[in-house]
Nanobody
């Protein structure tokens, strides 16, 4: 069983910074990609940033230049969030695309989410 756990959420004022961390653990053969999604109240979950094993990185237009994603082969990812805005408020979910050691089959796993609140 693969477990994905986020940490680092909290409350911050406009213009502040937060760093979210994510760890994927379990019978993982390799990590193909790790991503961060955000879900604001009443909205659908949307992709914020995604990093692949081949160093390809994508960001949502709304966070380009303010957020930085990183990941490593050990299944760890971080999302550095700077110049935060009220519209960045929401629950942030980590997603890990991994190949299992047991079956060499790829699956996508989600964390439970961590709340980020940006206030004026």
């Amino acid at each position: 069983q693969v477990n994905v756990a986020e940490s680092g959420g909290g409350s911050v004022q406009v213009g502040g910074s937060l760093t979210l961390s994510c760890v994927a653990s379990g019978p993982i053969f390799n990590v193909q990609a790790m991503a961060w999604f955000r879900q604001a109240p009443g909205n659908q979950r949307q992709l914020i940033a995604r990093a692949r094993y081949d160093d390809k990185i994508t960001y949502a237009d709304s966070v380009k230049g303010r957020f930085t994603i990183s990941m490593n082969d050990a299944g760890q990812s971080a999302l550095q969030m700077d110049s935060l805005k009220p519209e960045d408020t929401g629950v942030y979910y980590c997603n890990a695309d991994v190949t299992l050691h047991t079956t060499y089959t790829s699956y996508s796993y989600w964390g439970q989410g961590t709340q980020v609140t940006v206030s004026a």
